[in-house]
């Protein structure tokens, strides 16, 4: 046998590891993990989006104008307004009726929302279960529609389906810039928020020791237009609480007649400061503008003197809102209001006024740091998306623990006082847990407010990609920030859970919400900035996306294709598996073996394969029959030629073979038999099916190590077992797949392998014919002439 191209290899291995079958050569097992998902799940570019992930040169969107008179009973919690919209209908479609969203009506008992309501099937019920059972028993939301008419006061025909409602117009409203206008009158009752949950509604502080005093918050609190899209037409989905809001931009201007002592935060700018705050309010409104910290608006001092009387009358405060896509108010006696000024450099919006409102219950956790929370958001996201485009950025802390609005946000978190002792404190957690929902729902502005993505269908454009900007956020206010979601090792229990859905499901479908359009796609953004794409292409790419899509409404399909135009990297096998699939990661470090290539010095090779050969365990069985002569040990006669010679000794024939080849081949190929190189083959398994780019940490004898990052296409051929090679001169005493904890890979068992070299031999032969080792050796027999051999050597 010719030894010229043989591979000498040393497995480094802890422990033997059971035969595994090669699963990706079994018939019909095959999958193709990086095949192109244009074609196949994306759809077809268009002159609306194009693609390349922008929005093509016929994109289009609607318009829509509101002014709204509204006034808030403090008596009844009844909210009552009139509307008048403007709508702009930009598509190249004319539109003989319009779809607009009743989100209260999920609180009327006949709603979809209510009479499908589900419940765990347990032996127990909670207090908070039994408590909204009996209010909705009592009590029942939703808008009353006093009246819908046209521009000239006549009444419009309309009909109202579970939480939407549908006006029938005297003629279609035409299309590339065909207006209507309409006016619509309604009331609904707010909903005690801490009862029956929701996004707004009103908490009342009536406790023994308590002042008596409201705080109202007001969402989805009037009839609003529903979007008409180029991809989906009218988006009339019932809204089931979970699946949140599609909505189209366009002006405010908003008038708020509230109890004369209510100070408000809304959306947009105060327009009428002069009539509802004092000389002393304004005064400090305008240093707030140029401070380097908070400055009081309304003290708490002033708060707390409000608390204690009630004024007979009532104030309007007035908002105005350039192209926002929703509004939404608080309002209370009880708020004291803090603001200071936030820089940019951005010439539309240079000087943003970041502002707190909350009561003294939430004292002293939200004047240390929820204003700077929301001047550290605007800053970060800044970077990675693009400036904050609006004069306004408020925090209020009232009974909606974390909802956000264009330019307002409702945030929950206070300090605790002790029932006995009065003791005021807060938890670590309250505190990161302000600072973090704070960052998160002013984050919200960016992701869905300005690149405003479907709430109603993908929950992960928007709580995803915030998410995963929060994380940063909160690693850029404190490296040991306690972050909840984000890091790739934190999500590893979710991806091995059972009922898991697809990140791309429809947003009402969703399992285990949290994780799943929170969690999974920040974790996801985070290893393609770290470890797929690097920080220098992602940041490009996600900045590009941001930007394109600003004021805009991209699809899940024009942010993959940006990320792809932009970083010039294929992430088709990055998109099916972490927004496709429920696979989870799990990459096995099944065996090292180390190769040196049996060259020129076949001797030396031939001690090395004997060194390998007699290092491995003799057979039990062997063993166990130690004492029992063999056959060939007691007859002499039954021994020939292959049990005296050693089969790896070096034959005439190998080194005739070894001459005549080397004389065949060029000097640079002669170089090949002169390589020392140690040639490391590396086994991976994919476990999970998620296939992942493979960091890997080598340990060197030296005491050295390297981290080599495999990229994800070394599965391309084989997604389930791959073989990696690595060619270095020195010797390796340990491999380690994700030492750093950046893949989320959920098993860490099979992920090292450390420990003394176990001999393995791997030959690889260049000749076609039978292994004769007597030919070799120059060894002839002929019929009758068998000879007897002495004992027999090893073999």
Known sequence: ????????????????????????????????????????????PTDYRNASGAPGHRYWQQKVDYDVKVALDETTKVVRGTETIRYRNNSPDALPYLWLLLDQNEYKRSSIAQLSQTVPDSGSISIAEIRRATAMREWEGGFTIAAVRGADGQPLAHRVTDTLMRIELPAPVAGNGGEVVLSIDWSFPMAEQKVVDGRSGYECFTAPGEDGNCIFEGAQWFPRLAVYSDYEGWHNKAFLSSGEFTLEFGDYRVALTVPADHVVSATGVLQNPGEVLTAAQRQRLEQAKGAAAPVYIVTPDEAVAAERGRASGTRTWTFAAQNVRDFGWASSRKFAWDAMGVRQDYAAAPLVMAMSFYPKEARPLWDAYSTKAIAHTIDVYGKFAFPYPYPVAQSVNGPVGGMEYPMITFNGPRPVKDAKTGQLTYTERAKTGLIGVVIHEVGHDWFPMIVNSDERQWTWMDEGLNTFLQFQAEKLWDKDFPSRRGEPKDI?????????????????????????????????????????????????AFREYATRWRFKRPTPYDFFRTMEESSGVDLDWFWRGWFYSTDH?????????????????????????????????????????????????????????????????????????????????SPDDRKAFRVTDKFYRFTFRNVGGLVMPVPLRLTFADGSNEMVRIPAEVWRYDPKVAVWQYVTDKTITGAEVDPLLEIADADRSNNIVRGTIRPAVLEIEDIDDLEDRMKDFDVQVKPGSLRTYPAPVAK
């Open 1 to 44: 046998m010719s030894a010229v191209s043989r591979l000498v290899l040393a497995a480094l291995l802890l422990a033997p590891l059971p035969a595994l079958a090669d699963p990706i050569r079994q018939k019909g097992d095959w999958q193709d993990k990086f095949r192109q998902l244009e074609g196949e799940d994306w759809p077809t």
């Open 492 to 540: 590893a229990e979710y991806m091995l859970s059972d009922n898991q859905v697809p990140l791309m499901t429809q947003s009402d479908s969703v399992l285990q919400f949290g994780a799943n359009g929170y969690g999974k796609p920040a974790t996801a953004l985070t290893i393609l900035r770290e470890t797929v794409l690097g920080r220098d292409l992602f940041d490009r």
């Open 585 to 665: 990661v799990d990459i096995a470090l099944d065996k090292v073996v180390e190769g040196r290539i049996a060259g020129a010095d076949l001797e030396a090779a031939s001690r090395d394969r004997r060194a390998i050969r007699d290092a491995e365990s003799t057979s039990l069985t062997v063993r166990n029959n130690a004492g029992q002569r063999t056959v060939v040990e007691r007859d002499p006669a039954t021994r020939d030629f292959y049990d005296t010679q050693d089969r790896l000794a070096v034959s005439p024939q190998d080194r005739r073979d070894l001459a005549e080849t080397l004389e065949k081949l």
